[in-house]
């Protein structure tokens, strides 16, 4: 009976080992590439539809592929996940660059259709997601891309420092259906806003229109004191001037004979003398930003005395001229 009962326990104790054992032998197989990092971890700048900064005025939705990669050292297989966290605002909804007290909104997604936001891994959104198979290659590189977005039309202030935020990248490795933290990097994201000034010559009454640059007054048949307008709106991202040129001096010169029909040029209601055939400033705008719409000035043209005036075709050219200060 002692001898049945000792060998009852051995083989107990053995089996307990046994299972001991394959447990292990488990988890080392699912964690068998536990060697994996981030890379291509340096600032990434922001491109726009030219390739350099964000265009404020860029009407235009544009998307721009972020490569980023994970590399495998020691062998072995396994699946992993990148979370990306929210960044300076705190929020991914948006995300924002920041410079100086402004904000900038952007986010990054899984792929260009901005389908989904990629978050953190615990906040149960979308990640990054990958896998190394060849369990026999002791080194592996894979590459993945997002995309990054900044909605246009964010009219922000211009300068020559960046808008940025810095972003924690964290890569979780899959262990026994659990995501286990291996490695985590930061990331820099940023934009420039350099300074944009934009003119648009419309109908009296009408917004800015990007497209509209050109306003012709024609009077058909001149007769004293008619008069027409037009509005000029500028805007910007930064201070500017606007000024004026006549090509003719301030009257409209007969296309082939030494006639001229004298006129006279307002904007908002104070008279503009363009005599002198060289630009004069008719207004300033100091500030940060005007907004989309920018700032609107009524121009009006007013056909003066015709006598002398030889019949025929009578024009002027003026040229409307926006500075950044």
């Known amino acids: 009976m002692r001898k049945n009962s000792a060998l009852r326990s051995a083989l107990r104790l053995a089996l307990w080992i046994c299972l001991v054992a394959a447990v292990l032998w488990a988890e080392r197989v699912e964690a068998a590439c536990s060697q994996i990092h981030l890379a291509n971890m340096d600032p990434v700048d922001w491109r726009g539809a030219s390739g350099g900064s964000y265009d404020v005025f860029d009407a235009s939705q544009h998307v721009q592929a972020v490569e980023i990669r994970v590399r495998k050292t020691g062998g072995g297989s396994c699946r992993y996940a990148i979370g990306i966290s929210e960044g300076y605002s705190g929020t991914f909804n948006p995300r924002q660059l920041v410079r100086s007290g402004e904000k900038l909104a952007y986010n990054l997604h899984d792929s260009a259709a901005q389908t989904n936001v ?155 003398d363009l005599a002198s055939g060289a630009e004069v400033p008719i207004a300033s705008f100091s500030g940060d930003t005007t907004g989309v719409d920018g700032v609107g000035y009524r121009v009006a043209v007013t056909i003066g005395s015709l006598s002398g005036t030889l019949g025929g075709l009578h024009r002027d050219n003026i040229t409307v001229t926006v500075t950044a200060q």
């Open 118 to 272: 990629l978050m953190d891994l615990d906040l149960g959104g979308s990640v990054i997601e990958g896998a190394f198979t060849n369990s026999e290659a002791d080194l592996e590189t894979n590459t993945h891309s997002y995309y990054w977005i900044i909605p246009p039309m964010q009219v922000i202030s211009g300068a020559n420092s960046r808008y940025q935020d810095r972003l924690r990248f964290r890569l979780h490795e899959e262990v026994g259906g659990v995501f286990v933290q291996r490695h985590s990097g930061t990331k820099h994201h940023r934009a420039r806003a350099s300074k944009m000034v934009e003119v648009s010559l419309v109908d009296a009454g009408a917004p800015f229109n990007s497209a509209d640059i050109s306003q012709q007054l024609d009077f058909g048949i001149f007769s004293a004191g008619q008069s027409l307008r037009f509005d000029l709106r500028a805007r910007g991202n930064t201070s500017f001037d606007v000024s004026l040129q006549s090509v003719n001096a301030g009257v409209m010169a007969h296309s082939s004979l030494p006639s001229a029909v004298p006129y006279t040029l307002e904007v908002d209601g104070v008279p503009v």
